[in-house]
């Protein structure tokens, strides 16, 4: 059941200059795509539509050939963001940010790197690259299909960054998720994907 | 390049650390204190004789003593009694309103946030249209068409205090629901019920303590103010609003006690949970996490 | 001598933990570097590593809450407060990460003519705008009708206006496509050639290994190596920490090996010996110890017992 974008456009004002126009991609189950571009040219736009945080003014989203609903339930696209921070609340203790979404499992947290003393501690106690792999570990409940990865790792040291996408890509496969990986880094795409699009 | 700056490690030259005095220590003392001054009004009110608000035509207006600590009226009742019981039934009232007021702030301000664009235009014309009305003629309003009393004020301080908080919610709940991990608690199908009561009440809950200690006094003064036109608590009830309207009278004749000392008392109530209530907001935000 | 010698420096903050309890965390604890004019030297450390606060500490605005352990030379004295607050913006210049620290009511032009210094002003803005091939209308714009580009360049033509002798830029090409970050580099390059001391402080080891003269590695608040950056390269033979080999190759284009040892940041562990003793896999007996001071070997400085 690939995922499909078709004929997206977007664009911010209604009569402003169009950052997408009809724009075509496709990702299917099992599969790393890299999404290269420099910044500014809708890299960001295009994960934040297929992974429903933004509703294009033309085109759709399939899921085997289905329009994807973005309005309630588990989203079976879930995206990854460059700053971690920003997407926990700071309030909360990382076990309820884990498990906001599904009861993430033994298994997935070990293999992520997720350390059992994490989980009692706030976000403000914990490091970027511990918080990403937080993150991920919410964003791959089972409903999961796709995972859009946005600048997952710009922000963290080489070897964080080998860590998480060694974790990450084994777990892809395991699970046949499909992979959209939106980086300005051309090495690390040409590392991990099977096919880098450009923008 | 000088070789020995490296070898530094046994060297420690700390700086005496200076640390910034303990403002969290000051701030919860001085909320302490005015809690505890409070809490003394409270208890007096409570504690007090009743029997005192007798009228003893033997005992009219006497001057400020210690038997009297501040002085009788014109019919021998003991001011300070007077006063007390005054207070209380006011930081009663004004509790009530308060409490009614925010609610309605966070309600309204939450749905504001949460259910789109056309729920929060109808909100924000209703918070315009209260905001545009002079709370004390709206209360006015409010305590003439629900005929005097009790019930009248707090329907009338609940009903025209809200405007301002639910601003001030509206705009934080807007914030929280444009976070990005409140997005993303979307996508993971948590329903926006949900949402507002683990990701958004946790956060607004400082503001809206902050703001309803904050109410409070605003509330006091407002029902004095119409108990002192004659259109909030009956006459026979001790009301502060009450207690000043009627002193008015003797003032011109030297009796100043009757107006200056419950006058006072008002305005260190009201003073007391202001100070509670900005302190409150301090020791609050400083909860807030310092990022390094 | 160098320009700027930061010697055994360490950072604490107080804090609160909890309601009332206090505690002081030390997120710097053992930092040495030192600056000199004409090359660009840069401090390489994963996020949190405490590398921002080298930048704050040299500046003097940390908030009221830091306290500092060692010291802080500059031009061989001491930097005070009253020095800091004397050099900072006039000898001592910070390249701001984004445009969102350009003055949003302020042209373009005019906040290049504010850093100005030795000269008449416009002139030397004109010049600068000339230099970073930036057109004459771009005077008149404000922030906010700037491309990221051009908000760039307008960064690094105040700093090139400014005279100052030394130029300290934070993460001045994070998520920067390669070309740009080349471009941004090459900025840094010409301010160094013209006698300016360079700091760099960097999460991507790979732009620093490709514009920096010299590279301090950091991790766990300490600076582990210090070394040429030109020893980077091929499988890291030439490093001397094994957590400065960790770095470099796990970079995706080195190998993208994930190492045996977890380098995560120990900063919390007190006690004597190497904070890594635990997780490195050349730590001996001399390791849970004794703290490695920072000693000088045939390739640089390097903390570290083993090597």
């Not at chain 1, 989203?75 to 609340?89: G, W």
């Not at chain 3, 004409?38 to 306290?67: C, D, F, R, W």
């Not at chain 3, 803005?125 to 908000?151: C, I, K, T």
């Not at chain 3, 941004?184 to 080891?205: N, S």
């Amino acid at each position: 059941m690939p995922l499909e974008g078709k004929g997206l456009s977007y664009r911010y004002a209604q009569d402003g200059p169009w950052l997408l126009r009809r724009r075509e991609i496709t990702v299917r189950r099992g599969e790393v795509v890299g999404l290269q571009g420099p910044s500014g040219c809708g890299k960001t736009t295009l994960g934040r539509i297929l992974a429903g945080y933004l509703q294009p003014h033309e085109g759709t989203v399939t899921l085997a050939g289905k329009a994807v609903r973005a309005a309630r339930g588990y989203h079976p696209i879930q995206m990854v963001f460059q700053h971690p921070e920003q997407a926990v609340n700071p309030k909360w203790t990382m076990r309820s940010t884990i498990q906001e979404g599904w009861q993430a499992d033994q298994p997935t947290m070990h293999r992520l790197g997720i350390n059992e003393a994490w989980l009692d501690r706030v976000p403000a106690e914990l490091s970027g690259g511990e918080l990403q792999r937080c993150c991920i570990a919410r964003a791959l409940g089972p409903e999961t299909a796709y995972l859009i990865a946005d600048e997952m790792t710009a922000m963290l040291d080489a070897v964080t960054q080998a860590q998480i996408w060694h974790a990450m890509l084994e777990l892809a496969q395991e699970r046949s998720l499909g992979l959209l990986v939106i980086s300005h880094d051309e090495n690390l795409l040409k590392r991990i994907c099977s096919r880098i699009e450009p923008m | 390049m000088t070789r020995v700056m490296f070898d530094s490690v046994a060297r420690l030259q700390t700086r005496s650390a200076v640390y910034p005095i303990d403002y969290k220590r000051r701030s919860l003392l001085i909320l302490l204190t005015a809690a505890a001054l409070l809490m003394m009004l409270i208890m007096a009110g409570w504690l007090t004789n009743p029997d005192a608000l007798s009228v003893q035509l033997d005992q009219r207006n006497l001057p400020p003593s210690f038997q009297h600590l501040f002085g009788t009226d014109w019919l021998g009742r003991d001011m300070f009694v007077r006063v007390m019981k005054g207070l209380l039934l006011s930081i009663q009232t004004g509790l009530a309103g308060a409490v009614c007021s925010a609610m309605i702030a966070a309600v309204l301000g939450i749905a504001s946030a949460l259910f789109g664009r056309q729920a929060d235009r109808i909100i924000t014309w209703l918070t315009d249209l209260f905001l545009s009305v002079p709370h004390l003629v709206a209360l006015i309003l409010v305590a003439f068409v629900c005929g005097g009393g009790m019930k009248g004020i707090v329907i009338g301080i609940a009903l025209t205090h809200w405007p301002a908080l639910a601003r001030l919610i509206r705009a934080e709940a807007m914030q929280l629901m444009a976070a990005q991990y409140v997005q993303v608690s979307r996508r993971l199908g948590r329903s926006l019920f949900w949402i507002a009561r683990r990701h958004m009440l946790p956060h607004l809950l400082p503001q809206l303590t902050v703001g309803l200690i904050l109410l409070f006094p605003h509330a006091i003064l407002h029902e004095a103010a119409v108990t002192f036109i004659g259109l909030g608590l009956p006459p026979h009830q001790p009301a502060i609003g009450i207690i000043l309207s009627e002193s008015m009278r003797y003032l011109s004749s030297g009796m100043w006690w009757l107006a200056v000392l419950p006058g006072a008392a008002l305005l260190a109530a009201v003073r007391a949970f202001d100070v509670i209530g900005s302190h409150t907001k301090r020791l609050l935000d400083s909860q807030q996490y310092e990022r390094l | 001598m160098s320009l700027l010698q930061v010697e055994n420096l360490s950072i604490s903050f107080a804090r609160y933990a909890g309601w009332l309890r206090r505690e002081i965390i030390m997120p710097v604890r053992q930092l040495d570097l030192a600056l000199q004019a004409g090359e660009i030297t840069a401090l390489v450390g994963a996020s949190g590593s405490g590398k921002s606060l080298l930048a704050h500490a040299i500046l003097g605005i940390l908030p009221a809450n830091a306290s500092l352990g060692g010291s802080i030379l500059y031009k061989g004295e001491k930097l005070t407060a009253a020095r800091q607050a004397k050099l900072r913006g006039k000898d001592i210049m910070l390249v701001p990460q984004s445009v969102t620290y350009l003055d949003p009511l302020m042209r373009s032009g005019a906040q290049v003519c504010l850093a100005a210094r030795g000269g008449d002003p416009r002139k030397l803005q004109r010049a600068a705008f000339r230099r970073y091939r930036l057109d004459n209308e771009v005077e008149q714009m404000y922030p906010h009708q700037l491309s990221g580009g051009m908000a760039r360049r307008i960064m690094a033509a105040s700093a090139f206006v400014s005279g100052a002798c030394m130029i300290i830029a934070d993460e001045p090409t994070p998520g920067m496509q390669a070309e740009d970050a080349a471009e941004t580099m090459k900025w840094f390059r010409e301010l160094a050639d013209q006698g300016h001391a360079v700091l760099l402080i960097t999460h991507d080891l790979e732009a620093a290994v490709a514009g920096a003269d010299r590279i301090a590695v950091m991790n766990a608040g300490m600076t582990v190596e210090w070394l040429p950056a030109s020893h980077f390269s091929d499988k890291g033979e030439r490093l001397q920490h094994p957590y400065s080999r960790a770095l470099w190759n796990s970079l995706p284009a080195n190998g993208f090996y994930v190492p045996q040892s977890d380098w995560r940041a120990v900063s919390s562990r007190e006690g004597p010996g190497c904070p890594f003793a635990s997780c490195c896999e050349l730590a001996a007996a001399i390791c849970r110890e004794e703290q490695p001071g920072m000693r000088e070997g045939e390739r640089g400085w390097v903390r570290c017992h083993a090597s």
